[in-house]
């Protein structure tokens, strides 16, 4: 028997509470996790609350990602004691997930826990670290340098944004952060932003062609604001798109593509490769410290994800949440 968060729905709506399963609840996959840390991300928030449909069949575990070690494996991959994690494939969506004291998943989900990062680390960096990461790895692959010029990154307080951010300084690039929210400038010069500009520049019906000011940037908005930082990006230069927050739309012109040759790169973070996965988990275990994660963490328990939860949604939580599945 195991601790989980349990996701219902019924005539009288969405309930989430901690619930006692047994091992033989857990029928898919060929590896069986005991499972340290999870996190509270924004998809798990509107599972957990039901106020989007997210969860694909009922009652569900939500939890995008989540670490742990390996208690059974059928497969020569992983053995027992392994340290792995998981981010995406549908897990907490359409297969029970990470807020659990174990799970059971397809070994082709996982990959080992690199060596020099803790279990607790990769939690705070969680998939809104790795998503971050894996937009830089495909600007560079497109060849940006820091030799290039300025990388922009919007939604910059956000979880994505963060990362990008303080990612992107750290490897010697100079940052530009566009945000909205002015009680943030310190927030985002301490992660590591060279100039911050207001959200306002980008948010609104733009030109085909706009001045060109950056080399690259890093995009989890969408819809004119990806159109505006599209028209703006120099010769040659990349996007990597990675979210929606102000839309699906892409009002945008075929101008930048074609007369400035950018590149527009569209980045999932959840059906990724493996050898992707395995990259970028690399580069962040590289850069990313233990004191400058414990910075940012805030660790729950099971029960406290609930209400969290709620917070989440209505923008009253800062930092990153990791929820301790035995606390």
């Known amino acids: 028997m195991f601790n989980c968060l349990l996701v219902n729905k019924d005539d009288k709506g969405y309930s989430a509470s901690v619930a006692e399963l047994s091992d033989d609840k857990l029928v898919q996959g060929n590896v069986l996790v005991n499972v340290q840390y999870s996190t509270l991300n924004y998809k798990d928030a509107l599972a957990i609350t039901g106020t989007a449909p997210v969860i694909r069949s009922f009652p569900m575990v939500p939890g995008i990602d989540f670490v742990g070690t390996v ?32 799970a059971k998943v397809n070994s082709d989900w996982l990959i080992h826990l690199p060596d020099g990062i803790s279990p607790l680390q990769s939690m705070s960096i969680g998939t809104a670290g790795y998503t971050a990461m894996l937009c830089i790895l495909a600007l560079e692959k497109n060849g940006l340098t820091p030799e290039n010029g300025k990388v922009l ?5 956000g979880g994505v944004g ?27 010069t301490n992660l590591g932003a060279s100039e911050i500009i207001d959200r306002a520049e980008l948010s609104s019906a733009g030109k ?31 996007v990597a798109a990675c979210g929606l927050a ?9 101008a930048p593509f074609i007369l400035r040759g950018v590149s527009l790169l569209g980045i999932d973070s959840v059906m990724r490769p493996k050898a992707d996965r395995v990259a970028a988990w690399q580069k962040l275990s590289e850069l990313l410290t233990e004191n400058e994660m414990q910075s940012i963490a805030h660790v729950i328990g099971l029960e406290e994800s609930i209400t969290v939860a709620e917070k989440l949604l209505k923008g009253d939580v800062t930092g990153r949440i990791v929820v301790d599945v035995n606390k």
């Open 246 to 254: 102000q839309g699906m739309d892409l009002p945008a012109s075929v």
């Open 153 to 157: 990154v919007t939604g910059a307080t």
């Open 162 to 188: 963060s990362f990008a951010v303080k990612l992107l300084s750290l490897m010697g690039y100079t940052v530009v952060a566009s945000t909205g929210s002015n009680e943030q400038h310190d927030y985002l």
């Open 71 to 102: 208690e059974q494996s059928e497969t020569d991959e992983f053995n027992v004691g392994d340290q792995v994690l998981l981010n995406g494939f549908g897990v907490g969506e359409k297969y029970m997930g990470g807020l659990s004291q174990k």
């Open 208 to 238: 085909p062609l706009m001045k060109e000011q950056w080399a690259g940037a890093v995009d989890s908005i969408g819809s004119h604001t990806l159109a505006n930082v599209c028209a703006s990006i120099q010769y040659g230069g990349s």
